[in-house]
């Protein structure tokens, strides 16, 4: 199982961004799927989840209501769309599939991460 993630950049505060993370060499509707980000010097921390089919979804509490989370089981993608960003949102963002139902809010119950993709907000 492979995740790609891509979207990442340099944006000012109160702009937006998009990640996307394509998914291949697995059946993408059986996977849960989640979003975590690592700032310098920090541990990594949950940003967002979905389940199988979009309908059960978390967000920690830092995102809530800036950030949406999607995903197109057509396509093996899911997405992170990011809106009025703040430069504290600055940091690699992963993308990390598991098997099964619930959406989990832990990293490590995650069996697949993506490359990262750096996302900076500038002041």
């Known amino acids: 199982v492979q995740l790609q993630a891509s979207g990442g950049g340099l944006v000012q505060a109160g702009g937006s961004l998009r990640l996307s993370c394509a998914v291949s060499?697995?059946?993408?509707?059986?996977?849960?799927m989640g979003w975590f980000r690592q700032a310098p010097g920090k541990e990594r921390e949950f940003v967002a989840a979905?389940?199988?089919?979009?309908?059960?979804?978390y967000y920690a509490d830092s995102v809530k209501g800036r950030f949406i989370i999607s995903r197109d089981n057509a396509k093996n993608t899911v997405y992170l769309q990011m809106n009025s960003l703040k430069p504290e949102d600055t940091a690699v963002y992963y993308c990390a599939g598991r098997e099964g139902v619930v959406a989990v809010t832990s990293p490590s119950p995650y069996d697949y991460w993506g490359q990262g993709t750096q996302v900076t907000v500038s002041s």
């Open positions: 060499g697995s059946t993408f509707s059986s996977y849960v």
């Open positions: 979905t389940n199988w089919n979009g309908e059960k979804i």
